[in-house]
């Protein structure tokens, strides 16, 4: 079955660390989004790429970074300049054009030791 | 930028009883209202969309309604199911890649 696979699970991160979240999608999808979920609170857009090689700053994209080497992969850093990372992250893809409903993982859950 | 409200928070029905969830957006170039329904632990999954020259659509026992002029579109769901129970965003696009505005969710109970 296709779909969005988020690596791993659980993840915890020491004070100073950089950590690199995994997303694989085989829907053989253009578009991949990187979200951040808080409780209480919606989804906000970290980073979004359209294509291969190419991505843009979402709304919350300062303590990130990402990479779009591979049209199935999406993996995103969250690095030490992140200073609150503790959070529910959810990769997403869609296909191109406008207003495409977007597939969601099963998110990562990154916690601060 | 685009700014969505949706209430209520929390909402609890009976099993078998009607489930109403309202969002409201600013931007009246929105175009494009995607549903979805977040059980725990796992990420959203696409419930229903409505785009902004239909304004109504149903599956089964979920239907979205749309007012462009007001601004706002709601979520139905009849005959609700144990099964039912879970977080629900609303979002707003007004096309492009960057610009989903989601909702803050609500929660919604279905006591059997």
């Known amino acids: ?23 694989e999608q085989n829907l053989n999808h253009d578009a991949m989004y990187w979200y951040r979920q808080d409780p209480g609170q919606g989804l906000r857009l970290i980073y979004y790429s359209q294509i291969v090689n190419d991505f843009q700053k979402g709304d919350i994209a ?12 999406f993996p995103l850093t969250v690095t030490s300049a992140q200073k609150n990372p503790t959070a529910f992250y959810l990769c997403a893809s869609s296909i191109q054009g406008q207003n495409q409903p977007q597939h969601f993982g099963d998110g990562t859950r990154l916690s601060i030791l | ?15 078998g009883d009607s489930a109403v969830i309202k969002c409201t957006y600013s931007d009246s170039a929105s175009n494009y209202f995607p549903w979805y329904k977040q059980e725990l632990g796992k990420g959203p999954q696409l419930i229903i969309d409505i785009r902004s020259n239909v304004g109504e659509k149903k ?37 492009g890649y960057q610009k989903v505005t989601f909702g803050i969710g609500t929660k919604l109970q279905v006591i059997p």
């Open chain 2, 1 to 15: 930028g685009e700014n969505v409200e949706q209430h209520p928070s929390t909402l609890s029905v009976q099993e």
């Open chain 1, 1 to 23: 079955d296709g779909g969005i696979t988020q690596s791993p699970k659980y993840l915890f991160r020491k004070e100073g660390q950089n950590v690199t979240l995994s997303c």
């Open chain 1, 62 to 73: 300062e303590g990130y970074s990402v990479s779009r080497e591979k049209k199935e992969s």
């Open chain 2, 59 to 95: 599956d089964q026992r979920i239907a979205v309604t749309l007012n462009k002029t007001a601004k706002h579109f709601s979520l139905h769901i009849t005959e609700t199911q144990p099964e039912d129970s879970a977080v629900y965003f609303c979002a707003a696009s007004i096309g």
